[in-house]
């Protein structure tokens, strides 16, 4: 007699539904969005999407050049020397422009300098304290989101990274995958962590000075060292791409006190460079003035491109008119408030 064999279940049936692909970010709800092209969905390494090998010299999409490819500095360098020489080129050459009808180029100098570098330091002490606040600032917010997120559920979660992720076009079914990614991300963050933030903080001093030097193969950040970073999961999630912050650096502090005392000073330099080799004063005032328009000139076209703004005739001519009407305003302020308390 025969024996029936069962069908195996390894068979696949074609009438049967099957099962979602492991990445697909649609569900049964969505099914009208499937025909959208999707990369998550697709099978194609990602070095060998761009079409270079397409072009006439195998030139990739990184290489193209646009009509406006400017190298644009640091964002926090180029404020940090906006604010130092702006405060520079005004202050003193104010300054100098109300002694200088005083007579004594001498007397300009004397003051000049004196002003110059306790100017000068003050911009540096305030750029770090100014820096110091800001760190401050988003240590206390990382430390209460985190709190936040540690008492909220994940349905809290997820909508709150849904206000991130929706207005970019992200639908809720994306905007949940990626909220229990980062959840569990933190989660394990939290259990590696916990262990060194009880140990004492004379025990974590000892383990670094013990510390056997790292080689240079070791050295470099893998996906081990990423993954128990402190700037994972929703918390750097909310607080990078929600609020928009990101931690300060401590040489940060240091740069921007640096950078602003230093452009202070030059700046201030530059209007009083005619009264160290012209013993009238009122002469070394109109070289003063004249070398005054030509750097609040070139300063305008330099912020002008470093910034990004509008270039062109009409936008470097905008930056410099800005410059030399606030540098000439302070100037002129200066002057007429002398003049006004030397008459009896």
Sequence with gaps: MPIKRKPSSNRVNPDDPQPPSVWAYTNEESNQNDERPSSALSVTPTLDKCDKHKRPQAICCRD????????????DIVRDIIIGLSD?????FGLTAGLSSLGSSRLVVVGGIAELISGAISMGVGGYL??????????????????????????????EVHEVLGPIGLDESISRTVTGALLRVEAEMNEVNEPIQSESWLRQLMKIVARKPKSNASSEPGPSQLRWANDVGVTAFLLKFGEGLEEVPESRLYISA????????????????????????QIALYWSIGIMFITLLIFGIFKAYFTGAKIGFFGYLKASSATIVVGGSAAAASWLIVKALEKP
């Design 88 to 92: 520079g080129l005004t202050v003193p």
């Design 258 to 281: 640096l950078t602003i005392g230093t452009a202070y000073f030059i700046g201030g330099l530059v209007p009083m460079a005619p009264y160290f080799f012209i013993d009238s004063a």
């Design 130 to 159: 100014a820096s110091e606040a800001e760190r401050d600032h988003f240590r206390y917010l990382q430390r209460t989101t985190r709190e936040r997120v540690a008492r909220s559920c994940s349905g809290e979660m997820e909508r």
């Design 64 to 75: 193209l050049k646009g009509d406006d490819d400017r190298h644009l500095i640091d964002p």
